[in-house]
């Protein structure tokens, strides 16, 4: 280290030291430049700069014994270095090239930018070698580039997608607009009307499954994605899905079978996500299985020591056009489409990449097998919470007491004895119509009558109408009779409705769907059951609408008043707010509240209904009837001070049901 005396210079020249070595050495070893010096005759090291251990890894006496020590280069252009191409170098001249070397003593591929200069001194040549060690710029570049690729890749995917989502946007658009020319066209032909306005519907709700594909997308990927968890029965799920699928495959003629085999029927979980990742697999399905095809839907629940959790596995396999190896590697990319032209399907690239993502949200997992002309099979599998919650008082409160099964089969016999065995409702059977009669009467006579009585089907069609048909005649027509079947509901609905059947039950025998049943029939045996009527629940209501968009007022208004209900309709939420403070107690039995409104939004205003001083301030029931279509909109709105949640466009169905619970 060089010290001065306060006063005087540092001298820093040659001069100043032992020898060139020592400045040289004191120069280099806080760079990462080494400095080589060869003979101009013969290329060997004449000077070797004493940090060359430390940036290349191999120690001064080594490259001064033999300049290729160095080790084998690996030249970035392809252009390799040779001592005749040094030695081809003109004086005062340079050549300069980026190699890549393994450093000796790490192992590490390291880059250097290599500089030979050929000069001329006392009447000699030198070649001065410059070795610098770009390695942090080399890889800091490689990353860019890249980063570079990879956004140019993403880029042109999502500008495909982009092109791909506005042909599939604007297809079913055209047909909308398309089908809207011809209803006007039509007015005066019924049946020509009806069936435009049944394909406007149906079009619709596919332009809702590609934005809400698109939407999940992008909240999934931003990870703003909330699971809204409730108990849900698997039979019951299972019911939902077949209900979307069987219409599919039964219009292309195809085979579709769905097997339940579960030991625990209830678990906790969000049901919504799990029914749009096996409808978009199921789906697909049925769109890439030929007519005539073959879909199975298996649920099964694994074997696993646990008394908190059951393992469900939903398992599809089609004998459909299958896919190649490298589409089974990309089917869950985002912004890919199945097949990669608009020409060969019709969805948005979303489905699958928005169900593998919902998997992975609820920590499940999905395995793909598949040959092209073969088919496929998805295995998607979840850990769920055991649900405890105790529904022991449904029979009691749906004045379900006791029930009559009619059929010969003891295996469907043992099943719904065996379903029903923690239930206290009584079950009887009778294997003919003589005995289910003589049942019936003696019951009656004993006032304890039976409060539905289930047909097991079997048999060919017309000796089951015409049992069903004795049967409606040997008990009161406020019973419902039920139909207990492996067949298609759609196939024998209007037949048997027209016997007096009221409801059908698919085999085999489920509580969570022999609950849905009695509910829907709306039983109450204890008050005595009454028959059903087709009025609907919202009939002689009176609403309160908040809803901005004037063609939308007009909709629900006009929806309303179809029904025999009224509605008085405000454009923001501070006049339905005003609107309601100035009501008389039971001028309005509910309100539907939309969300994004000016003035003052949805939440806001119902916020402020239910801390007024009005008498039903806290009892009105308070729906969001909005677009917004995400789980934490839903709990915005419940938050708030809402009752339920409706998506638009509005379904009248859905919004009787959620009425009709309000009502009981």
């Not at 760079?31 to 290349?56: H, K, M, Q």
Request: charge should be negative; proline fraction near 3%.
């Amino acid at each position: 280290m060089l010290k001065k005396k306060k006063g005087e210079k540092l001298d820093i020249t040659a001069e100043g030291f032992s020898s060139r070595d020592q400045l040289m050495g004191i120069l280099t070893n806080s760079i990462d430049d080494v400095f080589i010096i060869l003979s101009g005759d013969d290329c060997t090291a004449e000077y070797v700069s004493p940090n060359v251990e430390r940036v290349l890894g191999v120690p001064v006496k080594e490259i001064e014994k033999n300049i290729a020590n160095l080790g084998k280069a690996k030249y970035m252009d392809d252009k390799e270095i040779t001592y005749q191409t040094i030695k081809e170098i003109e004086i005062g001249s340079s050549l300069s090239h980026v190699v890549g070397r393994e450093h000796k003593r790490t192992k590490e591929m390291h880059y250097y930018n290599e500089t030979i200069y050929h000069i001329e001194a006392d009447k000699s040549h030198k070649f001065i070698v410059l070795i610098s060690d770009r390695t942090k710029e080399m890889l800091a570049k490689q990353s860019l580039e890249e980063a570079l690729a990879i956004a140019r890749i993403a880029n042109q995917s999502k500008s495909t997608f982009l092109a791909n989502m506005s042909h599939d946007i604007r297809t079913p658009m055209n047909t909308i607009v398309g089908l809207c020319t011809l209803l006007q066209r039509d007015t005066g032909d019924t049946a020509k009307f009806n069936e435009h306005v049944k394909q406007i519907m149906l079009t619709s709700r596919h332009m809702l499954t590609l934005i809400n594909d698109i939407l999940d997308m992008s909240k999934i990927e931003s990870g703003e994605t909330t699971l809204n968890v409730t108990e849900i029965d698997v039979v019951e799920l299972i019911k939902e899905i077949d209900a979307h699928i069987a219409p599919q495959a039964k219009a292309k003629r195809q085979s579709f079978k769905t097997t339940v085999a579960v030991k625990n029927e209830k678990f906790l979980g969000d049901k919504v996500r799990i029914k749009r990742i096996m409808l978009n697999i199921l789906s697909n399905a049925v769109k890439y299985t030929q007519d005539g095809g073959r879909i199975e839907f298996t649920v099964q629940q694994m074997s696993r020591p646990s008394r908190k959790h059951m393992y469900l596995q939903f398992i599809i396999k089609d004998n459909g056009v299958g896919m190649s190896e490298q589409l089974v590697k990309n089917i869950f990319d985002p912004y890919t489409r199945e097949l990669g032209s608009t020409t060969e399907t019709h969805g948005a690239g979303l489905g699958m990449a928005v169900a593998k993502n919902l998997i992975d949200l609820m920590g499940g997992t999905i395995a793909v097998e598949s040959k092209e002309g073969e088919g496929s099979t998805f295995a998607v599998s979840f850990k769920f919470p055991i649900s405890k919650i105790n529904d022991s008082n449904f029979w009691v409160e749906q004045g379900v007491a006791r029930v009559l099964v009619v059929g010969d089969n003891n295996l469907v016999n043992n099943s719904v004895t065996w379903a029903m065995r923690k239930t206290e409702v009584t079950i009887s059977f009778a294997k003919t119509n003589k005995q289910a009669k003589n049942m019936i009467d003696k019951a009656w006579g004993e006032g304890k009558g039976y409060n539905i009585v289930i047909y097991d089907w079997a048999g060919e069609e017309q000796a089951c109408l015409d049992t069903l048909n004795e049967l409606r005649q040997d008990i009161p027509q406020y019973v419902p009779l039920v139909v207990l079947g492996d067949c298609e509901w759609s196939d024998i609905e209007e037949k048997a409705k027209a016997v007096g059947v009221d409801a059908f039950l698919v085999k085999p025998f489920a509580v969570a769907t022999f609950k849905e049943c009695v509910t829907e029939l709306k039983m109450n045996i204890r008050e005595g059951l009454v028959p059903k009527t087709e009025k609907s629940p919202l009939a002689d209501m009176r609403f309160l609408a908040a809803e901005d968009n004037e063609l939308n007022a007009m909709v629900i208004s006009e929806l309303l008043n179809m029904v025999g209900a009224s509605c008085v309709v405000k454009p923001d939420g501070k006049e339905t707010l005003e609107e309601f403070e100035k009501s008389l107690p039971g001028q309005y039995d509910a309100i539907l509240m939309d969300v994004q409104m000016p003035v003052m939004d949805g939440y806001e205003a119902t916020k402020a209904i239910r801390a007024s001083s009005h008498p039903e301030a806290a009892t009105v029931p308070i729906i969001a009837m909005t677009a917004n279509a995400f789980a934490e909109d839903v709990k915005n709105s419940l938050d708030a001070g809402m009752n339920a949640y409706i998506l638009k466009p509005i379904d009248m169905n859905k919004l009787e049901e959620t009425v009709a619970g309000f009502k009981k």
